[in-house]
């Protein structure tokens, strides 16, 4: 396979963007190679600018459920493009997605659009900390909420798999009022929540952790975080720019049937235009400006265009039995992952939380940040570069998931299970 156009292309990019990216995990440093520039994309392939075809398990980082260029979302986004890209003032779509969200997430009585899931996390926090009048906000180690400030301390995704301890451009002052806790810990959490000296605002988490790589919440932690907070008024965020519309119409609050206060939404319910939102409470949600005072505007929240491919990608989801389908052949494919495993007897651990997964290069279970170092990530690049050479696109980082999407076919799969044997077999040879 040529990648001749993509290194050029690259080439050029570092002289312009830093790094030649536009957000770090895609340079592809950690399994060292370049980056393939995509051009095209449809169903469950994409092309790169050397027209090879790729089966894709990026699937945008997840907005692409439904699988690339779907006929509804292309329709829906020329439709509102041709009647105007952007107003500054309502309209109509927005409300429509607005219903949308209300009835499906059941935590969400009202919800504000912002563009990224960094914009609703940053923007969940302030309104937590407004609304509670404290200061602390807590996470779990390898969680990753965007990279607002607050947010860069033992965070996972990039700053995971670059090693990046902390950033510069982060003062201490503002870090300070931050606690990152070993998720999937219950003993920590509890002591940790009962501090009182800690003035706690917050507990954000992803409810199933997929930027560390896919770790599911083990059997009760999330009623734990749940049943604490409430206790103690501490108001609970739920990180679903990935889980939400994912594991389910409802999201992981539905799947695993624990209600946080607020929710921060993204990807899925932009249909793959950028679109973040935030939603809980309407107790909560009515402390924002204009009807409150805490303060959060946007020239593009609630873009015509993201608002109407958003209606379009959930109305893709309401149909037939979208989830089971797609969650039951995802946990076909893990099980069979799994079987290879076993067959070919290499140090591999399978996560999978509905159409989530991972391939941990490590022989113990991961669980938490701590047992996700343990992969070796040598190995996770040189199985990406074995996988990429047979037409297959896995996320250029061990800490990371693969999305299974509705447009991966039996055929597709087979072929990803298929060519993992190989490359695992192949890895043992070296
Ligand atoms: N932080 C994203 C994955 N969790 C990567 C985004 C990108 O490179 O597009």
Redo the contacts with the bound molecule.
């Keep these: 396979m040529s990648s001749a156009k993509s290194g050029e292309m690259f080439a050029n990019a570092q002289k312009v963007i830093p790094g030649g990216?536009?957000?770090?995990?895609?340079a592809c440093r950690s399994v060292g190679c370049d980056p393939l520039f995509i051009e095209r994309a449809e169903g469950a392939h994409v092309y790169d600018l050397d027209d090879n075809k790729y089966l894709d398990f990026v699937c945008?980082?997840?907005p692409m459920i439904m699988g690339h260029a779907h006929p509804d979302i292309v329709a829906a986004v020329q439709q509102s493009a041709a009647g105007g890209t952007s107003f500054g003032a309502p309209t109509s779509s927005e409300v429509d997605l607005a219903s949308m969200v209300v009835e499906a997430v059941p935590s969400i009585e009202k919800v504000r659009f912002v563009n990224s899931g960094t914009e609703a996390t940053m923007s969940a926090v302030r309104l937590a900390r407004g609304f509670s009048g404290k200061k602390t906000v807590v996470k779990f180690d390898g969680c990753?909420h965007g990279h607002a400030d607050s947010f860069l301390v033992q965070a996972?995704?990039?700053v995971m798999t670059l090693s990046i301890p902390g950033s510069p451009g982060v003062p201490d002052d503002i870090v300070k009022n931050t606690v990152s806790i070993p998720y999937n810990d219950r003993e920590t959490l509890e002591k940790t929540l009962r501090d009182a000296s800690l003035d706690i605002a917050c507990v954000i988490v992803e409810p199933v952790a997929?930027?560390m790589g896919c770790i599911p919440p083990e059997p009760g932690f999330l009623q734990a975080i749940r049943d604490i907070t409430s206790e103690l008024g501490i108001v609970l965020i739920f990180d679903e720019v990935?889980s939400g519309f994912r594991l389910s119409y409802g999201g992981a609050q539905e799947y695993y049937g624990v209600i946080p206060d607020l929710t921060c939404l993204g990807k899925i319910i932009g249909g793959g235009l950028p679109v973040g939102a935030y939603g809980g409470k309407a107790e909560i949600m009515d402390m924002i400006a204009p009807d409150g005072p805490v303060y959060q505007a946007g020239t593009l929240s609630g873009n015509p265009l993201a608002m109407s491919a958003g209606r379009a990608a959930l109305r893709i989801l309401q149909s037939g039995n979208f989830y089971k389908d797609l969650n039951d052949k995802a946990s076909a494919v893990a099980a069979e992952m799994r079987a290879i495993v076993d067959r070919v007897g290499v140090d591999v651990q399978l996560n999978q939380v509905g159409s989530l997964m991972t391939a941990f290069f490590t022989d113990q279970p991961v669980k938490d940040f701590a047992s996700a170092t343990t992969a070796d990530t040598d190995r996770y690049g040189l199985h990406f570069r074995q996988m990429l050479s047979q037409g297959i696109y896995l996320?250029p980082s061990q800490f990371?998931v693969a999305f299974i999407s509705a447009a991966h076919t039996e055929s597709d799969l087979e072929k990803l299970t298929k060519m993992t044997e190989w490359s695992f077999k192949k890895l043992l040879e070296t």
Aim: glycine fraction near 22%; proline fraction near 6%.
């Design positions: 990216v536009n957000s770090p995990v895609r945008s980082w997840g990753y996972g995704s990039g997929g930027n990935i996320a990371e």
